[in-house]
């Protein structure tokens, strides 16, 4: 089922959380919003659900509008981030929950929370209760729950974040392997980017209530249109270094170099980077290469101000003047101290608005 | 090293009886009164009043005759069981309705309302004494069960409202959102979800709000006359400005801890449930 998002805004008293929020979500699609805390990613998630009703606008599931609809008429699940699991009910009473409220028979309850649990691993463990398992098996529980009756739209709530690392990434990977298989509509909320770049078909990054741009994952990373959004996804972040118009519609920036380097396309590539207005001039770290002896070759010429060497790569941080950056390289000799030549991978500049 | 380890054990024994005498000691230092009430309520008159007190002696149910055939103990009884258990539940039933409000609707000015229920806990009882009973007059409930089941059922109010909002707020708003979602109404969730899980705190409460009733005395005894008498007036009877017929007295406390005694067994599972089951957190 799609699910379109128009025009909805949010308030609390006084205080506007959500500002005009508009997207289409196509069916099937994995769609991730995301953002720092407070940026009304989560108020927009349950307004989706029903838990919150909007201030103003309308929300469409599947074409028909559930603006006000109650949540249980909307034939949606949610994954909530403590779980939500009924604490008084055994695991089998969770899973069978949705169905039992729904007025399925016995039998047929029976067969559908067997084969979930089957499915999420936690068959041997139907009999307990929900105090009596770990974090990651409550997870699973509540996916099961979600998932027994076959909703049209999934709804995720940082369901990982109360995970440890290293159980986040595996159920990261099976959750998505799940719902992909299950073609079901899933919106999912986080505050971790790895999170969002690794699950979602498209993003949508969050800010102060309102949505700063939506793209898919690699496109996000590629052309970040703001300067948020260049800074908040991608680890080490972009280098951005501030860039002023000059009045031939070139660029003027304090590193001339990379004014001069950042193709023509470019200056009219970022929709929210209108001609002629402050902006930024970025470049992803991996993109800087180092040349060593040969300076020739060089963009510009730099001081290594620290080599942290991370293994499988290692970034290397730079002074040129008074502006820093970072470039992430393979192994590499260099030491702090060190004057190098840097190379810039034309292509890879971008325009970024403030 | 074998004599160190009898020593530590010797050492370990002896910790342990003492701690044993220690809670025996406590124990009936606290069980003590109540046996003697026990005791005293099977006593005659005479038995009772001899010095040095006597333990053993032939039990009699003088006491228990003479309050239900001449101090009508057996109407008092049924008054005050029919009286606290009406004012118990209407005040479970609203101030858990109440406290559900306050705790989960985002309702303007939620904590003025709150503390103005409470308020009405601040005033000292014998304050309302003069205003009730002219309304009661007006009313004619004056001397029925109605008026202490009002009265009962006010004074109630404002403890199950504060402690089982408490409650209430202790559960996590979203097991009751994941029950929404998983297809109940608002009602039905709270039914299903919130309502076994609030067991504990609903046990707890309810015990102390009907002990608090079932024990009042001030009220009961200056707004019943004769019909709606309840057990503590009953039991103050016993004193008279010459003598206190100690039996007596015995006799009728006796009769008004049984229930108290009876409701705290029922309501002990849940009470212990309360300890162990706990949200679901991390």
């Known amino acids: 089922m799609s699910v379109q998002i128009k025009n909805v805004e949010k308030s609390f008293g006084a205080l506007k959380v959500v500002k005009g929020v508009s997207v289409d979500i196509a069916d099937g699609e994995f769609f991730v919003m995301l953002g720092p805390s407070g940026c009304g990613k989560t108020t927009t998630l349950r307004m989706v659900a029903g838990l919150e009703l909007p201030t103003a606008g ?5 074409g028909r509008d559930v603006t006000y609809e109650e949540p249980r008429h909307r034939d949606i699940a949610m994954a909530f981030q403590d779980y939500g699991l009924y604490p008084h009910l055994s ?7 949705p169905l039992k409220v729904r007025g399925v028979p016995e039998a047929e309850r029976r067969t559908k929370v067997e084969s979930v649990a089957q499915k999420m ?62 073609k079901i509509t899933t919106i999912y909320v986080t505050h971790d980017q790895i999170e969002a770049m690794s699950m979602a078909d498209r993003i949508a990054v969050m800010k102060d209530g309102d949505m700063v741009q939506i793209a898919s ?12 959004v260049a800074e908040f996804i991608g680890s080490p972040a972009m280098n951005l270094l501030p860039a002023r118009a000059r009045p031939d519609g070139r660029m003027a920036c304090d590193l001339p170099v990379l004014a001069e380097l950042l193709p023509d396309a470019e200056l009219t590539a970022n929709p929210v980077a209108p001609a002629k207005m402050a ?13 060593e002896g040969g300076e020739g070759q060089a963009d510009f010429e730099a001081v290594v101000d620290l080599v942290e060497p991370l293994g499988q790569t290692t970034n290397v941080y730079l002074n040129v003047g008074d502006i820093r950056m970072i470039a992430v390289v393979d192994r590499t000799r260099v030491q702090a101290g060190q004057r190098v030549g840097v190379k ?5 500049l971008r325009l970024v608005a403030a | ?44 008159d005479e038995v009772s009043s001899t010095f040095p007190p006597v333990f053993t002696f032939a039990p009699s149910m003088d006491n228990f005759v003479h309050l239900f055939l001449e101090a009508e103990a057996g109407k008092a009884l049924w008054n005050s069981f029919f009286i606290v258990t009406i004012a118990t539940l209407l005040a479970m039933i609203a101030g858990t309705m109440a406290a559900y409000a306050l705790a989960r609707f985002d309702i303007k000015g939620k904590n003025a309302m709150a503390i103005e229920i409470l308020s009405v806990r601040m005033l000292p009882p014998i304050v309302s004494v003069i205003p009730l009973f002219m309304i009661a007059r007006w009313l004619g409930i004056f001397d029925t069960p109605w008026l202490l089941i009002a009265v009962y059922t006010l004074s109630g109010l404002p403890f199950v409202v504060w402690i089982m909002r408490v409650f209430i707020q202790d559960i996590p708003q979203s097991v009751e959102e994941a029950a929404m979602i998983d297809g109940c109404g608002r009602i039905e969730a709270f039914w299903r979800v919130t309502l076994p899980l609030l067991l504990p705190g609903l046990a707890a409460t309810m015990v102390i709000v009907f002990m608090f009733a079932w024990n009042e005395f001030l009220l009961a005894s200056l707004l019943t006359s004769s019909d ?15 003598a206190i017929a100690f039996g007596l007295a015995c006799a009728a406390g006796v009769i008004m801890s049984m229930p108290v005694i009876v409701l705290v067994l029922m309501m002990q599972k849940y009470l212990v449930q309360g300890l162990t089951l706990g949200a679901v957190k991390g």
């Open chain 1, 58 to 62: 309308e929300i469409r599931i599947g």
């Open chain 1, 91 to 97: 695991l089998r009473g969770n899973i069978e929950f």
């Open chain 1, 121 to 182: 691993g936690i068959s041997h463990l139907l009999d307990r209760k929900p105090g009596q398992i770990s974090g990651g098996q409550r997870q699973r529980v509540a996916l099961a729950r979600a998932l027994v009756r076959n909703p049209r739209v999934f709804l995720m709530d940082e369901p990982l974040s109360a995970l440890d690392a290293k159980l986040r990434a595996t159920m990261r990977t099976e959750i998505k392997k799940l719902v992909t298989e299950l």
């Open chain 1, 217 to 228: 994952p690699l496109e996000m990373y590629e052309r970040p249109q703001t300067k948020f």
């Open chain 1, 279 to 291: 902006a930024y001039i970025g470049i992803r770290p991996e993109h800087l290469s180092l040349v």
């Open chain 1, 344 to 348: 810039v991978r034309r292509e890879a």
């Open chain 2, 1 to 44: 090293m074998s004599a160190t380890l009898a020593r530590h054990k010797a050492r370990e024994r002896r910790r342990a009886v003492t701690l044993w005498l220690l809670a025996v000691s406590v124990t009936v230092f606290f069980f003590f009164p109540v046996y003697w009430m026990f005791s005293s309520a099977f006593k005659t």
């Open chain 2, 228 to 242: 709606a008498k309840t057990l503590p007036v009953i039991a103050a009877n016993a004193i008279k400005p010459k």
